[in-house]
């Protein structure tokens, strides 16, 4: 039934020491001639089995000699051959159409068969599509790689590692030869075919390398890559520094595409990039596009040793390269903003996506049991709670015991794929620490819940907390196990200030503490507490769980005044949107926690100090997606009306007036700038944009819509077009006119365009989005588009998907038909927004329902029909 299992895992019974891969390159014909260097792994006779998907064979010969139609077994899937020698060179040639791959995976065609180019996606089992191999990680080769293509057409060819040659050949056509000296998985191998523009900067590492780093992009675009070579350069030179991780090859590559699966890839010495990821400039991109490109390309490049030096041994262990550089490129995106602001976002998108999937039908444990279609991994889970999970174990060993750990790890495991047992064996070396308590978190799934009480005993003089953890039940796994949490945490005095806190039999430890928390329920009591104290728990979101500390509004307004740790200043702010927001759902005629919301940020709104991105955040109530988790059944149009109060209410006791002059203040002192405090600025001044329109519509919408039209940059103009949308105020539409002449041929930005109008809050998004897939910009082939459109409707627009009429739901249901037969892997990700059935109101539950049966009853790829499956439960 194609289900793989971990538990099944077997080394393989064939090596491979080295590869020749020739390729002929051609837009709908493209011959592969492979030479596998093959070693059978035991002592007796093996068939060898390779992965093939979509080939057409043309030869195959064994150590020079041709194969007769006896000695092997071709399916569509797999070539078999029982007898080979323990040592032989296998040659295969195959023919491949890249023009007909609109699945994006393989070999394939970018833009048109006139001026695009070809690349490859080969994570996790493109390699197949392009020659027979065992394609799986844990086979490391060393690849050796000709391009001969026409020169006209194709006058850049690239691969993998370092260049070895090029020369001329016969009718025009010319060959470019590349050798990667580090054996890899097939994963990794890259190659890229077209006319493409090129950027370049020499660079030389710590340890003496001269590397030359070279971003390729199409056409003008390449004019804009500028910034993601900047952002490459502080990665690399970060990397050296927090790791001690030089690069190992002479050349560094960066290619964009518009048509790409996901975000980037890692392949060894030629990323490839979706444009969206590193493109850059003013006039085309939001100060949030600039943040994605730094951290993006810095994930891609510190994958070089987290996921290419050391790869995994197979995919189940895939958090061990996904959670690892999500956290590396956490600290470096922290080192390199503002450390609060990355985490609040980063505890954001945790909670907006990974809760959600850890609570639904799709919840699997960071490093999964079992899978039947691998690409519906690479999850929230996999990445953001798998970086979390490595976030506390850094933590718990502290900054110089992790880079000792992270060095060992480095040391016993270079060059080869390895398991999560092994990074944690590696990082407990470093001190002597038994991590293997960590094991349980990567392999138990859900969110946990931990319950904290507190209380002061006057005559003890001491604060006494109860802890409790609880995780629900997710499919598969009725019965959890309680897991190490660290828990990081304060006593605050009146001021705001930590207290010393001292434990029985434990000497003071100044100001903040961990508590190693692992078991179903704990009592911890600090002695010498004179009076009592409001506890901040769980600062810095010290783990990932969901927090219930019981505390009040009255202690939520505290630690929003006085908590000197930003986070949870910020979350104190959450949980006293929260209470509101449960007031004001529960249709309450008076919500005290929202006029307590109300009141302390209007304190706090005037106060010069605060950081004015973080500021923002605290005016900002957590998304609907997040509160929605709160509801239970789900009625998706009353959450919206209970989150609008909020923001209602808050604009209003703020007031026109304080609204109207902050802003006037922070746009009188505008000028463009790029930097952090440019930026933190800017995210104040449109947030303020937003709350004011809702008090002062008219005059608000005027200023928007004149910013707007004179708007010197993307991040304004954006904001100022989004904010028109959200207040549905009469300037949007010609707003949105403009925005779509302005930028109709750069897709980039035309995808802005179609993400504001998903995310419209109007009664008419579903006919809208409806007609819009009909606008001739817009294709279900690409996936940006898909993502954009159809993507951001289902999961950002939760009232008009939702609509009670069923109509998103239809829409939704009929797209995914179509992508499906094009793109199985988008269309997967895309049915992903329906898992949350179950718990909507019985309306609309009955409708969805009835969407993602009909939809299971349909002939679908394996992505979809898995999803569909474990959605369905
Ligand atoms: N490793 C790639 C993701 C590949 C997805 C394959 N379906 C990008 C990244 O995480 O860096
Ligand atoms: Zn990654």
Same mark, same amino acid.
């Given at each position: 039934n194609g289900v793989v299992r971990l538990a099944d895992y077997v080394a393989p019974a064939w090596r491979v020491d080295e590869v020749e891969l020739e390729f002929d390159l051609g837009i709908s014909v493209t011959q592969v001639r492979a030479r596998l260097h093959l070693r059978r792994s035991g002592v007796t006779p093996q068939a060898l089995v390779l992965d093939g998907a979509g080939l057409q064979l043309q030869a195959i010969r064994v150590d020079g000699r041709e194969l007769a139609d006896t000695q092997y077994t071709l399916d569509e899937t797999s070539l078999r051959i029982e007898q080979l020698p323990a040592v032989c060179v296998l040659e295969t040639l195959a023919l491949i159409d890249p023009a007909a791959n609109s699945a994006l995976s393989g070999l394939y065609l970018s833009g048109s068969a006139e001026h695009g180019f070809l690349l490859t996606q080969c994570e996790a089992e493109g390699f197949r599509r392009i020659t027979w191999y065992p394609d799986r990680p844990d086979v490391l080769a060393k690849f050796h790689v000709l391009l001969r293509a026409d020169r006209q057409r194709f006058p850049v060819l690239l691969a993998n590692g370092n260049p070895a040659g090029s020369g001329e050949l016969e009718d025009g056509r010319h060959w470019v030869a590349w050798v990667d000296p580090h054996p890899k998985p097939c994963y990794l191998f890259a190659l890229v075919a077209g006319r493409l523009e090129k950027i370049e900067q020499e660079y030389r590492t710590a340890d003496g390398r001269a590397v030359m780093l070279r971003i390729f992009a199409e056409g003008d675009a390449i004019a804009r890559c500028g910034y993601a070579m900047d952002a490459l350069v502080r990665a690399m030179r970060w990397d050296e520094q927090q790791y001690g991780c030089n690069y190992d090859l002479d050349v560094f590559h960066i290619v964009a595409t518009h048509d790409f699966n996901m975000g980037a890839m890692e392949n060894k010495g030629l990323n490839i990039f979706n444009a969206k990821y590193l493109l850059a400039d003013p006039q085309h991109s939001s100060d949030d596009d600039y943040a994605h490109v730094e951290a993006i390309v810095a994930h891609e490049y510190f994958h070089n040793w987290t996921g290419n030096r050391v790869t995994c041994r197979d995919w189940f262990q895939l958090s061990l390269k996904e959670g690892l550089t999500v956290y590396r490129e956490q600290q470096f995106s922290a080192d390199m903003n503002s450390a609060t602001l990355k985490r609040i976002e980063d505890v954001q998108i945790l909670r907006r996506s990974q809760f959600i999937e850890d609570a639904g039908p799709l919840a699997h444990p960071v490093r999964p049991e079992q899978y039947s279609a691998i690409d519906n991994f690479y999850t929230a889970t996999v990445y953001d709670k798998g970086a979390e999970l490595v976030r506390m174990i850094a933590g718990r060993l502290g900054a110089a015991a992790w880079r000792r750990g992270m060095d060992e790890y480095f040391l016993r495991h270079d060059g080869e794929a390895a398991t999560v047992e092994q990074f944690l064996a590696a990082l407990g070396s470093a001190d002597g620490s038994d991590l293997s308590p960590y094991l349980r978190w @990567?392999?138990?799934?859900?969110? /946990?819940?931990? %319950?904290?009480?507190?209380? @002061?005993?006057?005559?003890? $003089? =001491?604060?006494?907390?109860?802890?409790?953890?609880?995780?629900?039940?997710?499919p598969g796994q009725p019965h959890k196990q309680a897991l190490p949490i660290p828990l990081r945490l304060a006593l605050l005095g009146d001021d705001g200030k930590a207290l010393p806190l001292r434990l029985h039999d434990s000497a003071d430890a100044p100001g903040e503490r961990v508590l190693e928390f692992d078991s179903d329920r704990a009592r911890f009591e600090f002695q010498d507490i004179d009076a009592p104290r409001v506890a901040s728990l769980l600062r810095g979101f010290s783990a990932p769980v969901r927090l219930d500390a019981g505390l009040g509004a009255a202690d939520l307004a505290f630690l929003l005044r006085f908590e000197s740790d930003g986070f949870n200043r910020w979350e104190a702010a959450q949980q006293l949107a929260r209470l509101a927001f449960a007031? =004001?759902?529960a249709g309450a /005629?008076?919500? /005290?926690?929202?006029g307590t919301w109300c009141d302390t940020l209007a304190e706090l709104f005037p106060q010069a100090a605060l950081d004015p991105a973080l500021l923002a955040e605290l005016l900002t109530p957590p998304e609907l997606n997040d509160l929605a988790q709160s509801c239970d059944p789900l009625d998706p149009a009353a959450a919206h009306t209970?989150?609008?109060?909020?923001?209602?209410?808050? #604009?209003?006791?703020?007031?026109?007036?304080? *609204?109207?002059?902050?802003?006037? %203040? *922070?746009?009188? #002192?505008? $000028?463009?700038?790029?930097?952090?405090?440019?930026r933190a600025r800017r995210r104040l001044l449109n947030r303020c944009l937003r709350l004011w329109l809702r008090v002062e519509p008219i005059a608000a919408a005027a200023m928007a819509a004149q910013r707007y039209a004179e708007a010197p940059a993307m991040t304004e103009r954006l904001a100022c077009l989004a904010a028109l949308l959200a207040a549905g105020a009469e300037q949007a539409q010609p707003a949105l006119d403009d925005f779509a002449c302005r930028y109709d041929a750069d897709p980039v930005t035309l995808d802005k365009w179609f993400v504001l109008q998903a995310q419209a809050p109007r009664s008419d998004t579903v006919e809208r989005v409806a007609a819009l897939m009909a606008h001739p910009r817009f294709s279900l082939r690409n996936p940006n588009r898909v993502s954009a459109l159809l993507q951001n409707f289902a999961v950002r627009n939760l009232p008009a998907f939702h609509r009670p009429d069923g109509a998103g739901y239809v829409l939704i249901e009929q797209a995914l038909a179509q992508i499906d037969a094009l793109n199985p892997t988008t269309a997967a990700r895309l049915a992903t927004a329906l898992k949350d059935w179950a718990r909507l109101e019985p309306a609309r539950r009955r409708l969805l329902q009835a969407s993602l049966q009909r939809l299971v009853r349909r002939d679908s790829s394996q992505d979809l029909a898995d999803i569909l499956r474990r959605t369905l439960g």
């Amino acid at each position: 039934n194609g289900v793989v299992r971990l538990a099944d895992y077997v080394a393989p019974a064939w090596r491979v020491d080295e590869v020749e891969l020739e390729f002929d390159l051609g837009i709908s014909v493209t011959q592969v001639r492979a030479r596998l260097h093959l070693r059978r792994s035991g002592v007796t006779p093996q068939a060898l089995v390779l992965d093939g998907a979509g080939l057409q064979l043309q030869a195959i010969r064994v150590d020079g000699r041709e194969l007769a139609d006896t000695q092997y077994t071709l399916d569509e899937t797999s070539l078999r051959i029982e007898q080979l020698p323990a040592v032989c060179v296998l040659e295969t040639l195959a023919l491949i159409d890249p023009a007909a791959n609109s699945a994006l995976s393989g070999l394939y065609l970018s833009g048109s068969a006139e001026h695009g180019f070809l690349l490859t996606q080969c994570e996790a089992e493109g390699f197949r599509r392009i020659t027979w191999y065992p394609d799986r990680p844990d086979v490391l080769a060393k690849f050796h790689v000709l391009l001969r293509a026409d020169r006209q057409r194709f006058p850049v060819l690239l691969a993998n590692g370092n260049p070895a040659g090029s020369g001329e050949l016969e009718d025009g056509r010319h060959w470019v030869a590349w050798v990667d000296p580090h054996p890899k998985p097939c994963y990794l191998f890259a190659l890229v075919a077209g006319r493409l523009e090129k950027i370049e900067q020499e660079y030389r590492t710590a340890d003496g390398r001269a590397v030359m780093l070279r971003i390729f992009a199409e056409g003008d675009a390449i004019a804009r890559c500028g910034y993601a070579m900047d952002a490459l350069v502080r990665a690399m030179r970060w990397d050296e520094q927090q790791y001690g991780c030089n690069y190992d090859l002479d050349v560094f590559h960066i290619v964009a595409t518009h048509d790409f699966n996901m975000g980037a890839m890692e392949n060894k010495g030629l990323n490839i990039f979706n444009a969206k990821y590193l493109l850059a400039d003013p006039q085309h991109s939001s100060d949030d596009d600039y943040a994605h490109v730094e951290a993006i390309v810095a994930h891609e490049y510190f994958h070089n040793w987290t996921g290419n030096r050391v790869t995994c041994r197979d995919w189940f262990q895939l958090s061990l390269k996904e959670g690892l550089t999500v956290y590396r490129e956490q600290q470096f995106s922290a080192d390199m903003n503002s450390a609060t602001l990355k985490r609040i976002e980063d505890v954001q998108i945790l909670r907006r996506s990974q809760f959600i999937e850890d609570a639904g039908p799709l919840a699997h444990p960071v490093r999964p049991e079992q899978y039947s279609a691998i690409d519906n991994f690479y999850t929230a889970t996999v990445y953001d709670k798998g970086a979390e999970l490595v976030r506390m174990i850094a933590g718990r060993l502290g900054a110089a015991a992790w880079r000792r750990g992270m060095d060992e790890y480095f040391l016993r495991h270079d060059g080869e794929a390895a398991t999560v047992e092994q990074f944690l064996a590696a990082l407990g070396s470093a001190d002597g620490s038994d991590l293997s308590p960590y094991l349980r978190w @990567y392999a138990q799934a859900g969110t /946990p819940q931990l %319950q904290a009480r507190g209380e @002061y005993d006057a005559a003890q $003089r =001491c604060y006494r907390l109860d802890l409790q953890q609880h995780t629900p039940a997710t499919p598969g796994q009725p019965h959890k196990q309680a897991l190490p949490i660290p828990l990081r945490l304060a006593l605050l005095g009146d001021d705001g200030k930590a207290l010393p806190l001292r434990l029985h039999d434990s000497a003071d430890a100044p100001g903040e503490r961990v508590l190693e928390f692992d078991s179903d329920r704990a009592r911890f009591e600090f002695q010498d507490i004179d009076a009592p104290r409001v506890a901040s728990l769980l600062r810095g979101f010290s783990a990932p769980v969901r927090l219930d500390a019981g505390l009040g509004a009255a202690d939520l307004a505290f630690l929003l005044r006085f908590e000197s740790d930003g986070f949870n200043r910020w979350e104190a702010a959450q949980q006293l949107a929260r209470l509101a927001f449960a007031g =004001c759902l529960a249709g309450a /005629p008076v919500v /005290p926690e929202l006029g307590t919301w109300c009141d302390t940020l209007a304190e706090l709104f005037p106060q010069a100090a605060l950081d004015p991105a973080l500021l923002a955040e605290l005016l900002t109530p957590p998304e609907l997606n997040d509160l929605a988790q709160s509801c239970d059944p789900l009625d998706p149009a009353a959450a919206h009306t209970a989150r609008e109060a909020l923001e209602q209410a808050l #604009a209003q006791r703020l007031g026109a007036n304080a *609204l109207r002059a902050r802003h006037a %203040q *922070l746009l009188q #002192a505008e $000028r463009g700038d790029l930097d952090g405090a440019a930026r933190a600025r800017r995210r104040l001044l449109n947030r303020c944009l937003r709350l004011w329109l809702r008090v002062e519509p008219i005059a608000a919408a005027a200023m928007a819509a004149q910013r707007y039209a004179e708007a010197p940059a993307m991040t304004e103009r954006l904001a100022c077009l989004a904010a028109l949308l959200a207040a549905g105020a009469e300037q949007a539409q010609p707003a949105l006119d403009d925005f779509a002449c302005r930028y109709d041929a750069d897709p980039v930005t035309l995808d802005k365009w179609f993400v504001l109008q998903a995310q419209a809050p109007r009664s008419d998004t579903v006919e809208r989005v409806a007609a819009l897939m009909a606008h001739p910009r817009f294709s279900l082939r690409n996936p940006n588009r898909v993502s954009a459109l159809l993507q951001n409707f289902a999961v950002r627009n939760l009232p008009a998907f939702h609509r009670p009429d069923g109509a998103g739901y239809v829409l939704i249901e009929q797209a995914l038909a179509q992508i499906d037969a094009l793109n199985p892997t988008t269309a997967a990700r895309l049915a992903t927004a329906l898992k949350d059935w179950a718990r909507l109101e019985p309306a609309r539950r009955r409708l969805l329902q009835a969407s993602l049966q009909r939809l299971v009853r349909r002939d679908s790829s394996q992505d979809l029909a898995d999803i569909l499956r474990r959605t369905l439960g």
